[in-house]
C-alpha cells in the first residue's frame, strides 16, 4: 500500500468514530492570536479530537500560509473560522463558557482540572453552544475575560515546566472533551443493551435476607454476630447494581444451596 494512503478498513472505523461522537456544540475561540502558524496548529488539534467550531477574535494575521502550513489538512476548520472583533460576538449565543489559565489567579473563580471541565462543558451542551476560550500566546487572559467564564480551566503541569504552548493546551482540553463525548456514548450503548430493568429496593432486601437466611443454614454465617458479613455483602451489590434476573439468578443459587444442604442433612441422619 503506497505511503499516505489508508486502509478501507480503518477508513471504516475513523468514520464510524466520528460519527458518534458529537462535539458540534463545542466552539474553540482563540484571543488575539499573533502567530498565524498557532491558529493552524490548533486547527489541527482540534480536528483530531473531532472539533469543528473555531473563532478568532482580532488575529494578527489570517487568512495566512503558516497557518494552512502548520494546520495538516485541516484546512476545512480554517476555511469555516468566524474571525469576529470582539469576545461579546464569539460568546453571543453560548450558554456556558470555560477559559483556559495558565496561572491561579488572585480573583476568586472556580477552577477545575480539564477532566473535570469536560464533563461539565459536556453536561451543557444539553442546553446550547459552549465555548473553550483559549488567551493570548505570551500573557494568556486578562482578568476581564476570565470574568466572561463560568469556569477556569488549568492544566495541571509539571510546576517546573508548566508552559504550554497554544496547540499544546488545546489539544490537552480537546482530548478531555473526546473522552468525555466518547464516554457518553458508551453510557447510551450500555443502557440500549440492557435486557432486564435494575431491581427495585424491595427485590435487592429481599435477596439480602435471603443471602441471612441461606448463609445461616449453609452453617457460613453465625447468627449470633452477623452484621459485618452481611454489611460487605451489601456494599458489593450496591455497586453492581443489580437487575431483576440477577436477583433471581441468584436467589436460585441461594435456594439450591439451601436444598443441597437439607439433602447432606438427611443423608448424615440416616
Known amino acids: 500500500m503506497a505511503s499516505g494512503q489508508q486502509n478501507p478498513e480503518q477508513a471504516e472505523i475513523v468514520y464510524t468514530m466520528a460519527d458518534e461522537v458529537d462535539l458540534s456544540q463545542v466552539r474553540v475561540v482563540l484571543m488575539h492570536t499573533s502567530h498565524p502558524g498557532n ?53 453571543a449565543d453560548c450558554c456556558f463558557v470555560v477559559g483556559a489559565s495558565a496561572r491561579l489567579r488572585s480573583i476568586s473563580w472556580p477552577v477545575h482540572n480539564p477532566r473535570e471541565c469536560a464533563e461539565r462543558m459536556l453536561e451543557a451542551t444539553d442546553d446550547g453552544q459552549v465555548a473553550l476560550v483559549m488567551g493570548r500566546e505570551q500573557s494568556g487572559l486578562s482578568n476581564a475575560e476570565l470574568e466572561r467564564c463560568n469556569y477556569l ?63 445461616t443454614d449453609i452453617k457460613f454465617l453465625n447468627p449470633a454476630s452477623p452484621r459485618k458479613l452481611m454489611r460487605r455483602l451489601r456494599r458489593l451489590f450496591n455497586r453492581a447494581q443489580l437487575d431483576e434476573m440477577e436477583v433471581n439468578i441468584l436467589r436460585g443459587i441461594l435456594s439450591a444451596a439451601q436444598g443441597q444442604k437439607y439433602h447432606y442433612d438427611k443423608q448424615d441422619k440416616s
Open 39 to 91: 491558529i493552524g496548529a490548533v486547527a489541527r488539534a482540534m480536528k483530531n479530537m473531532g472539533l469543528s467550531q473555531l473563532y478568532l477574535v482580532q488575529p494578527d494575521l489570517f487568512p495566512h500560509s503558516m497557518a494552512t502550513s502548520r494546520a495538516s489538512g485541516a484546512d476545512d476548520l480554517l476555511a469555516s473560522a468566524h474571525v469576529v472583533e470582539t469576545l461579546d460576538e464569539a460568546l
Open 153 to 215: 480551566v488549568n492544566i495541571p503541569a509539571n510546576p517546573e515546566y508548566s508552559s504550554l504552548n497554544l496547540a499544546a493546551a488545546t489539544q490537552v482540553l480537546a482530548y478531555e472533551l473526546r473522552m468525555a463525548a466518547l464516554a457518553r456514548v458508551e453510557i447510551k450503548k450500555s443502557a440500549s443493551k440492557k435486557d432486564y430493568r435494575l431491581a427495585t429496593a424491595a427485590e435487592v432486601e429481599g435477596l439480602y435476607q435471603h443471602f441471612e437466611v441461606a448463609l
